[in-house]
């Protein structure tokens, strides 16, 4: 929110009305404090200022400032404390851990992650979804940051700890910080954590002090750049205190405890097995030139076994591209830099004895059952069906047959309508079958008014094309297993465009996907895996409940695939498909 600079529009001293109003906000989102407490935190006749100011994202936030600190910000009429305040009232909030080397991370704009959080002896706190969160460092229970919970406690237990934890608003440090005057609390204090067993503390301060660790905690990124060139953040090597200890007493990711070769040569053998399975059962040679990031990212670690975590830092190798070339000098694979400082796989050769004698493995049965049992259920395409509503100036033509004005018609249904009609009321012309004289009704509802006086028959197609032309589009979603959709007008079909944003950097930007059934969440998580690009997922303007999920660069290619290959949507839903890159001439 306040990573990067703001606009001030506009800073006046709080009426006293205004600040009996704020008082009574207080208490009423925060019902953990006290009226003493609010009184302080809101004081009687001490200076007060409202600071209205835009964040760089366009957002409008008012900040309530005392004392030359801001103490209060409020978002879309929601009131939220700042790191000053959660000083004062450190309990305030469920409050989560986290190391010391993630803050400056967080600064920089970066969401929390659940692997960088410290899980203490008593457990997480238990929050919901959207909760309002503390984050403190380890050993100072002075929070450093607040943030909105991406999960429940018991989702980001389900998760294995993996994924978004928390959205952050505000850090200490951050600009918002930087805002304040002189005010009296401009470095961080030190609270003493709650009472902890010796063991637990020591335990504590051993992974701390471990430079290993510290150097794995270095390892936070951002990468990618969202709608307004701003970093989209995402960290690597986060680990919980488990996780922590684990890595730093053994430096691997889930070694066989049976095996008793040492863990860089079981990450080895690792490596080459995910690499031999990838291109036996993924890579084919129409995906060839393949980037080696997109080959790691898409296939190798889809190929890890359950349970292992292929991680190429701890194999002699330490980085992919050295791991490459052994391949290449093995002559398995070639792998050549077609883009200065982008290597890509040209050729593979699949007739290569180790990749013809690699035995695929297959799960065991216990642990297929266990995946089958708990993976989510496959897309399928839902059918979609072409309905025609009966508006008020047809009534006449359809009231005979038992349908009335709003009436919801398949094709057939309508054509059986008016022929039935036709034949019933003696329309069909006795000397020419393939014409149909047109009664009063007939006229009314198809013909235009210049041609009432002048067209006194039709054929059988002019006439059924008229009446569908003059019938309200409708549509019917039905989708495997649940009850079919019926809607009015045409069905919006999946928008795939490309925008321009900060930098001239291009941005593909995908509309429309909630009426076939696909979640723009999921569909951004697969994406930022396949093109190895920064997804968001922001409302469509315009549009009530529709979001939109935008992928950095043009990814129309990767969306045709998935849309049309993997979902099977037929392509007559989906528009914006030629917008996909050509590939470049051969020179």
């Not at 709080?14 to 009184?39: M, N």
């Not at 009314?444 to 006194?456: P, S, Y």
Request: one cysteine or more; proline letters at 7%; aromatic letters at 6%.
């Amino acid at each position: 929110m306040f990573a990067k600079a703001f606009r001030v529009k506009s800073n006046t001293a709080i009426k006293g009305s205004d600040r009996r109003r704020l008082r009574a906000d207080v208490a009423a989102a925060f019902p953990g404090l006290g009226t003493d407490q609010v009184s302080v935190l809101v004081p009687g006749k001490e200076e007060l200022n409202t600071v209205k100011l835009y964040a760089h994202r366009g957002d409008a936030v008012t900040v309530y400032v005392s004392g030359g600190n801001p103490i209060l910000f409020e978002l879309e009429k929601n009131l939220y404390p700042t790191v000053y305040t959660l000083w004062s009232y450190p309990d305030l909030l469920p409050t989560f851990t986290t190391w010391p080397l993630v803050l400056e991370k967080l600064v920089g704009g970066a969401d929390l992650m659940l692997p960088g959080l410290v899980v203490p002896p008593a457990g997480l706190p238990q929050v919901q979804k959207g909760d309002l969160c503390a984050i403190t460092l380890v050993g100072n229970r002075a929070p450093v940051a607040v943030g909105i919970a991406a999960m429940s406690t018991a989702e980001m237990l389900t998760s294995g700890l993996k994924g978004r934890g928390f959205s952050m608003l505000h850090t200490y440090q951050d600009h918002l910080c930087f805002s304040r005057r002189s005010g009296d609390k401009s470095s961080l204090p030190s609270i003493a954590p709650l009472a902890l067993d010796s063991p637990d503390l020591e335990k504590e301060e051993s992974i701390t002090a471990d430079p290993a660790m510290q150097e794995d905690l270095r390892c936070l990124t951002l990468e990618g750049e969202d709608e307004n060139g701003e970093a989209q953040q995402q960290m690597c090597g986060r680990k919980s205190l488990s996780e922590a200890s684990e890595d730093s007493n053994s430096r691997g990711l889930n070694p066989d405890p049976t095996d008793s070769r040492t863990l860089q040569e079981q990450m080895d053998e690792l490596l080459q097995r995910c690499f031999l399975h990838a291109l036996k059962c993924q890579v084919k040679k129409a995906d060839l030139p393949l980037l080696t990031s997109i080959f790691l990212g898409n296939h190798m670690f889809s190929c890890c076994p359950k349970g292992r975590q292929l991680d190429i830092k701890k194999s002699s190798y330490r980085k992919l591209s050295k791991f490459l070339q052994q391949m290449q000098q093995e002559q398995i694979v070639q792998v050549e830099e077609l883009s200065k400082g982008v290597e890509s796989i040209v050729a593979v050769d699949w007739k290569h004895p180790r990749i013809t004698s690699f035995v695929i493995p297959e799960p065991s049965p216990t642990s297929q059952t266990i995946q089958e049992g708990s993976r989510e259920q496959p897309y399928h395409p839902p059918d979609i069906k072409s309905l025609y509503c009966v508006p008020a100036n047809m009534t006449l033509l359809f009231q005979e047959s038992g349908h009335k004005k709003g009436s919801i018609l398949e094709g057939g249904e309508v054509r059986t309508i008016i022929i039935n009609y036709a034949k019933k009321n003696d329309l069909v012309d006795a000397n020419n079958k393939n014409l149909v004289k047109l009664d009063p009704i007939l006229c009314d509802c198809i013909l235009e008014k210049n041609e009432q006086h002048t067209v006194m028959k039709l054929p059988w197609d002019s006439l059924l094309t008229r009446c569908f032309e003059k019938l309200q589009p409708a549509y019917q979603v039905s989708f495997p297993g649940q009850e079919p959709i019926v809607k009015k007008g045409k069905i919006c079909p999946i928008d795939i465009s490309l925008a321009q944003r900060a930098s001239n950097k291009k941005v593909t930007v995908v509309r429309n996907l909630e009426p076939y059934g696909l979640d723009p969440c999921s569909v951004a998580s697969i994406l930022q895996q396949r093109c190895q690009a920064s997804t968001t997922v922001t409302p469509a303007p315009g549009a009530k409940d529709s979001l939109q999920v935008q992928i950095q660069g043009n990814q129309v290619h990767h969306l045709s695939r998935l849309l049309l290959e993997e979902y099977r949507l037929p392509r007559k839903y989906i528009q914006g498909l030629e917008k996909a890159p050509k590939p470049a001439k051969k020179k």
